[in-house]
């Protein structure tokens, strides 16, 4: 080998190594970085309870929410929800659009408790004053009349949670299953009656959030 030759040997082997150097620093930094993250996020105790309200709030819809962790994966929640429009909503929902509801329901977290995706299984009751044609199954029926009942209802619900911080976070979810209603028919004219006690059953979606949440 000419001295030239191992010249630019040496030149190359230096660059290599300092390359080498500088891209183990800097995915060290990166992964130094990524820890403290998630330290700052998830370290010291765990999150043992959260408090939920639906972003729905602001048109006058209060859900309510709050979730108990019984275990790294597994959490328990009570939810509630209110609606109170006797007149209807805009030119949205005709006619009176009155419900109290509430659930009980446990959730699953493959990754811990409020973070990432969730299943678990709902349990729910309402009594109301309303149009099924509220309901998107049914949208556009029941044009002047409305109905007053009541329902039970159990399924599965599923989520996910975003941490933003420690203390906060946003989360999705819908739920549904099967429900078993009850309920008498009133004309919207004059509010007299158009059926007795009736009842309808089926499968079907019947509640969803964009829940702003506040833990610790």
Known sequence: ?????????????????????????????????????????????????????????????????VEFRVHKNITVGLEGLGVFYPKGFANIIKGPAVMAMTFVEGRYYPIESFRGFSVGPNIGFSAWTLSKGVHPLYWGTYADQYQVGYNFMFGLTIGYAFTLTKHWGIEISVGGGYQAGFYEGHYQSDGSMYIGWNGSSEWLPYKAAVNIVYKW
Do not use: C, W
């Not at 082997?13 to 990166?30: E, H, K, P």
């Open 1 to 65: 080998m000419t001295p030239n030759h191992r010249l630019t040997a040496l030149i190359v082997a230096a660059v290599t190594l300092m390359t080498s150097g500088i891209s183990s620093s800097y995915a060290s930094d990166r992964d130094s970085l990524r820890l403290a993250r998630q330290e700052r996020l998830f370290g010291g105790e765990p999150v043992k309870t959260a408090v939920k309200l639906n972003a729905a709030a602001v048109a006058g819809i209060i859900n309510p929410a």
